[in-house]
């Protein structure tokens, strides 16, 4: 089928594209393999144009399939717009990795562009869940403090030319100066008014798809209706500094680090708004509320995806 092929295209089958993701270079690509299987193409060229496209297909059939090219940000975007058109029920989300850390599209199982749409053909659909913070949806994670922060200073002349080596970067530059997240935090397990843990941290890292741990593999468990949060108070300050693999400080057992295992969670900053990021975009708040909504959306995933990566619960601390 010839790109031009317009007749031959079935509309509910619609590829949004963000042409400048990751390294930029792949537009034309995925364009191409993307009419070969039958998508309609629509890109994106500001913010927020990847909800509504993604809203405006969702609402436009009864039965779409919607694909995500880009990176985790342009998901988030494609996930929220079918959200917003009240339509889980009836539309399946592919993902086409093409952005900086693709941190999601590894943790369903894909390996490149040409395995995606080898995917959205003949890979499983699953149902997982969807992280909610003060009303914006979420797949992978929430992340506050040091790493939100160097992502937003990350810029995209800075992840085109080192990838993900970008916001390694940009986070170690930022550790020097950080003052901590002064935070209360409530989990389903606390009554109102009793804080799970209070202090004040370097990240607070709730985990839908991703799991922040070094020797446990990335991916969590987005099936159990359950976040993996993580703490890391701020007197381990002094030991990041030190470390520049930050994968292996979070993969060892410290005294500074606190991890929950629940379906609730509020944080509720003590100075003010504080800027968290869902899955790359940024929300600003001074208290965010996030719950699970387990088996909210179906994907299409690779074969090396697990709902239960560890074969078993997730051991606590």
Not at 108 to 127: K, P, T, Y
Not at 129 to 145: I, P, Q, T
Not at 213 to 227: H, K, L, M, S
Request: charged share 25%; aromatic share 4%; with cysteine.
């Amino acid at each position: 089928m010839s790109a031009g092929d317009e007749q031959s295209i079935d509309r509910s089958r619609i590829l949004i594209s963000n042409p400048v993701s990751g390294s930029g270079d792949h537009a034309e690509t995925i364009s191409r393999r993307a009419a070969e299987h039958g998508f309609t193409v629509r890109h994106t060229a500001h913010e927020g144009d990847a909800m509504r496209l993604a809203r405006e297909a969702a609402d436009s059939s009864s039965e779409a399939l919607i694909a995500a090219a880009g990176g985790d940000g342009t998901v988030n975007e494609v996930v929220n717009g079918i959200v917003a058109a009240d339509a889980l029920e009836s539309t399946t989300l592919a993902v086409v990795p093409s952005g900086t850390g693709n941190n999601f599209a590894s943790n369903i199982g894909l390996e490149g562009l040409e395995h995606a749409f080898s995917v959205i053909e003949d890979g499983r659909r699953r149902r997982i869940d969807l992280g909610v913070a003060n009303d914006r949806v979420f797949v992978n994670s929430c992340v506050g403090g040091v790493t939100a922060q160097a992502s937003e200073k990350t810029s995209s002349e800075s992840k085109a030319r080192l990838g993900v080596l970008a916001y390694v970067k940009e986070t170690l530059d930022t550790l020097g100066s950080f003052d901590g997240l002064p935070l209360r935090v409530r989990t389903d397990e606390t009554d109102e008014g009793t804080a799970a843990w209070a202090g004040t941290a370097m990240f607070v890292l709730v985990g839908n798809c991703r799991r922040f741990g070094g020797r446990r593999t990335a991916q969590a468990n987005v099936e159990d209706g359950q976040f993996e949060v993580t703490i890391i108070e701020d007197a381990s300050m002094s030991e990041l500094l030190g470390n520049v693999a930050l994968e292996e400080l979070l993969g060892r057992p410290q005294s500074s680090i606190v991890r929950y295992q629940t379906p609730f969670l509020t944080l509720e900053s003590r100075h003010g708004a504080l800027e968290y990021s869902l899955d790359g975009e940024l929300l600003e708040a001074e208290t965010l509320s996030l719950e699970t909504r387990p088996n909210a959306l179906t994907v299409a995933v690779g074969d090396s995806y697990q709902p239960t990566p560890d074969g078993s619960v997730w051991p606590l601390q």
